[in-house]
């Protein structure tokens, strides 16, 4: 017959339990579980020119899952994106998501960016709607359920002109994905955490939700990441994992680096995540540097280790 548990076992029990979450690094590690298992690529970070060399090139880094742009895809010049869909599954890859540019983005400073990104530009929304009906389309045949953008500088008042304006476009961008059962996610950058979630609290859409880049945070000067994930947990839909150095020029871009050689605060970000209620598709990005397939392979074995 089981013995009943003594005063002395749960004292046990309970001493045991608090030395465990005292130790340093442990509660952090239990915060985040399986990482591993949630890791990606995005597949413009690989720099490929086709179907083939991104298959190639995704194997090189160890993974099997992306995130996959849309646009070469869509446009799909010469033919070099023809079966990219069946190509993939026939070597076990899987898209978990889809991401989009639009026009005329010019990110050579903080300024060309601001004027050029996103809806934000009344010359480029025409055909910016139109590669979004395009894109949105080849989504759903592809059965992605995200698709992420950069939407642009959002205003910081509901007082400025262009509020309503932008309101307006992304509500209609996100209701074009919502038909096809896709949730629109916003990436993280241009503005703080608190502008942005107050934006999207006076948005008030289902079908929009945030890719957080903890990188973007520090490139672009916005506040803290470790901050930006707990005050974004309500809209959070992806992560993209990269890493940098802040500017030491205000108004100037910060360094990008490889992971887990910059100034996020790795052990902090991942703990805030599920703190956050977020559990889903971590995707490593790299925008920088001549050797992308082994910068990738770093930040993917740097990120296995902290979830040991």
């Not at 672009?220 to 940098?244: E, F, N």
């Amino acid at each position: 017959m089981k013995a009943e548990p003594t005063r002395r076992d749960f004292l046990k029990a309970s001493l045991a339990g608090a030395l465990g979450a005292a130790v340093p690094g442990r509660r952090a590690a239990a915060a985040v579980p399986d990482l591993k298992a949630r890791l990606a690529v995005c597949s413009w970070s690989l720099e490929p020119v086709s179907a083939d060399d991104l298959l190639k090139k995704l194997a090189a880094t160890g993974l099997q899952r992306v995130q996959i742009a849309l646009d070469p895809v869509r446009e799909n010049k010469g033919g070099a994106w023809s079966d990219v869909a069946a190509k993939a599954a026939a070597q076990g890859v899987t898209f978990v998501s889809g991401m989009m540019g639009t026009i005329g983005e010019d990110y050579t400073t903080l300024e060309t960016i601001r004027r050029t990104g996103g809806v934000v530009p009344d010359g480029t929304w025409a055909g910016n709607w139109k590669s979004f009906e395009a894109n949105a389309d080849l989504a759903g045949r592809l059965g992605l359920k995200l698709v992420t953008f950069h939407a642009g500088f959002l205003p910081h008042e509901k007082t400025d002109p262009s509020f309503a304006k932008l309101q307006d476009r992304l509500r209609r961008t996100a209701d074009l994905f919502q038909a096809r059962g896709i949730t629109l996610g916003m990436e993280t950058g241009q503005e703080t955490a608190d502008t942005l979630a107050a934006f999207l609290r006076q948005l008030d859409h289902k079908g929009v939700g945030v890719n957080l880049d903890p990188a973007n945070i520090l490139l672009y000067d916005k506040g803290d990441p470790v901050a930006a994930a707990r005050m974004l947990g309500p809209w959070l839909k992806q992560v993209h994992l990269k890493d940098a150095v802040r500017t030491k020029v205000p108004g100037t871009w910060g360094e990008e680096v490889v992971l887990g050689t910059g100034q996020v605060d790795w052990k902090g970000f991942f703990a805030a995540l599920p703190a956050a209620g977020f559990t889903g598709n971590l995707c490593i990005e790299r925008e920088a540097g001549t050797q992308r397939v082994a910068d990738i392979r770093a930040a993917r074995e740097y990120v296995e280790r902290l979830s040991l």
